[in-house]
């Protein structure tokens, strides 16, 4: 059998694992270390480079889909126009980027 043909799996606690780390560093938030790590895992492993190829395809997907109505739903509560190249902005069911709460009145 050829090498193209065989299919490598990682572990599922390992794979998890993998996967949150690209995520880290999809969103901006890994160290300097954790990117080097990511470096590391992509040339040594043909599964590691698998699960980064379909985790950022399956992120820009995720983007693309739910951008915009993300983008809409900050305008309506900030009463402005839709932005369209707005897509961190939360929803109310949010919990990865919830809204600010606001100061506390100090009376």
């Known amino acids: 059998m050829s090498s193209a043909a065989t299919t490598m799996v990682l572990p599922p606690e390992q794979a998890e694992a ?16 954790e990117v080097r790590d990511l470096q590391v895992q992509l040339a040594a492993c043909a599964a590691h480079r698998d699960v980064f190829v379909r985790t950022c395809h399956l992120a820009g997907c995720l983007h693309e889909s739910y951008g915009p109505k993300r983008s809409e739903w900050q305008a309506k509560i900030a009463g402005a126009a839709a932005r369209p190249d707005t ?3 939360s929803s ?6 919830p809204l600010p709460k606001s100061p506390k009145d100090p009376s």
């Open 87 to 89: 897509v961190h902005d």
């Open 92 to 97: 109310p069911e949010d919990t990865v980027h």
């Open 18 to 33: 993998f996967t949150a780390l690209v995520l880290r560093y999809l969103d901006g938030s890994c160290t300097a270390d």
